[in-house]
């Protein structure tokens, strides 16, 4: 079975400093990863993927990722945080080998709080 | 505009009462889901749709229905609502389920049941 951890329930950031916001993995086969962000009272908006090629992908806000096959993780970071990133983050994996590939696994959320 | 609509937003109903939350999405997408979010546990999956009359069972399917007739319809139904499927709904679709693309999210449906 696929799942997802992301090992803090929150994250607190100075604004201006550099903002990590770690997600680990397990899958049977190659993961495809996910980062949403929920603003208080919406839905999820999508943030960046990976799916094959470049270990960094870059996504909207400024936000990155780099995925570390050996680690099993997609940690999300931005270089510069800003007050307005203060939301809810949740990392989501699919398995690309067909092993429950229609599912896509959350997990539970990180809430990060950028400070003034 | 492209999106995902639900309807209703909220919704505080009693157990035993038959209940109904739309989806509908303007993008054509064939794959369709539902989620539901509670405090601590995140997102899970309730049901997913790859088209139109194709459906199956997430992580959490007990006491709910769907049905994909349409395909920028995907419903859930509570039979007989109760108070532990208290929570905030979501309906996503994407454009396929065969590859790895992101999902477009509703703004949410919080449902009570008392």
């Known amino acids: 079975a696929q799942s997802v951890a992301q090992p803090e329930d929150q994250v607190n950031v100075a604004e201006g400093n550099p903002l990590t916001v770690k997600c680990t993995y397990s899958v049977s086969g190659n993961p495809y990863l996910f980062w949403y962000v929920q603003y208080p009272n919406r839905g999820l908006q999508f943030l960046l993927k990976?799916?094959?090629?470049?270990?960094l992908v870059k996504g909207s806000y400024g936000f990155e990722a780099e995925f570390n096959k050996s680690q099993t993780s997609f940690h999300l970071k931005k270089p510069s945080a800003l007050v307005s990133d203060s939301a809810l983050y949740f990392c989501?994996?699919?398995?690309?080998?067909?092993?429950?590939?229609?599912?896509?696994?959350f997990g539970k959320g990180t809430k990060l709080s950028v400070i003034p | 505009e492209a999106q995902v609509t639900q309807n209703p937003r909220y919704l505080i109903t009693v157990t035993g009462k038959k209940l109904t939350v739309t989806c509908s999405q303007n993008m054509n997408h064939e794959y369709m889901s539902w989620y539901r979010q509670d405090p601590g546990l995140g997102l899970r999956q309730i049901y997913y749709s790859m088209n139109v009359e194709v459906t199956d069972k997430g992580d959490v399917p007990e006491g709910y229905k769907v049905s994909r007739k349409e395909k920028r319809n995907f419903p859930l139904i509570l039979e007989s609502p109760s108070p532990n499927q208290t929570s905030l709904y979501f309906c996503?679709?994407?454009?396929?389920?065969?590859?790895?693309?992101?999902?477009?999210f509703g703004p949410g449906t919080r449902l009570t049941v008392l």
């Open positions: 989501a994996v699919r398995d690309s080998s067909g092993a429950g590939s229609y599912q896509l696994t």
């Open positions: 990976y799916i094959t090629g470049d270990n």
């Open positions: 996503a679709s994407s454009l396929n389920s065969l590859v790895g693309l992101e999902q477009f």
